[in-house]
T-cell receptor, first 116, second 113 residues
């Protein structure tokens, strides 16, 4: 079974530039998550999709971050414009059900973003 | 607001020892608690999930316990091996939306061969 795929693996940009991350979840998983993990911290859940609809984006800084999940499969997370404090690893995960269930999340390898 | 604390922040033990990692949380009204492992440059791998109604879960050499009333969980690793070296993260889900999922900062574990 193929795992969660993410690209790119690394990205270096200057502040005020734009960047986009891509995620392909495990086939058949209804729920997709985007996390931000700052160095030395635990991951922070930014947004949760159920199929192609947003379940919760309460922790997504919507003035600069946006995310979509077209056709309930792949997802993209965009930052525009980037700030220095956005430097982090962005993790994508998927699961069959959702947070309220005894449901295992499967994580991709992450994209390490450095904003200079 | 839920807070999750993991102690110790780092731990180094010789191969073969049994060890315990600790996780504490401030709000006992939780749906579930999960333990993850994270290897350098990789994503997280789910190890064990304990629902709020359960006391413990076991998988191989790993055993996780949950004492919801006291806000504590432990991850017990038996007969540690160098391949167990990783960062171990505890996460608590308290319901609601994305802000209901709270991770600790992790325990960085090194098993000396």
């Amino acid at each position: 079974e193929a795992g969660v795929a993410q690209s790119p693996r690394y990205k270096i940009i200057e502040k005020r530039q734009s960047v986009a991350f891509w995620c392909n979840p495990i086939s058949g998983h209804a729920t997709l998550y985007w996390y931000q993990q700052i160095l030395g911290q635990g991951p922070k859940l930014l947004i949760q999709f159920q199929n192609n609809g947003v379940v919760d984006d309460s922790q997504l800084p919507k003035d600069r971050f946006s995310a979509e999940r077209l056709k309930g499969v792949d997802s993209t997370l965009k930052i525009q414009p980037a700030k220095l404090e956005d430097s982090a690893v962005y993790l994508c995960a998927s699961s069959p059900l959702g947070l309220a269930y005894p449901d295992t999340q499967y994580f991709g390898p992450g994209t390490r973003l450095t904003v200079l | 607001k839920q807070e999750v604390t993991q102690i110790p922040a780092a731990l180094s033990v010789p191969e073969g020892e049994n060890l315990v990692l600790n996780c504490s949380f401030t709000d006992s009204a939780i749906y579930n608690l999960q333990w993850f492992r994270q290897d350098p440059g990789k994503g997280l791998t789910s190890l064990l999930l304990i629902q709020s109604s359960q006391r413990e879960q076991t998988s191989g050499r790993l055993n996780a316990s949950l004492d919801k009333s006291s806000g504590r969980s432990t991850l017990y690793i038996a007969a540690s091996q160098p391949g167990d070296s990783a960062t171990y993260l505890c996460a608590v889900y308290s319901g609601g939306g994305a802000d209901g999922l709270t991770f600790g900062k992790g325990t960085h574990l090194i098993i000396q061969p």
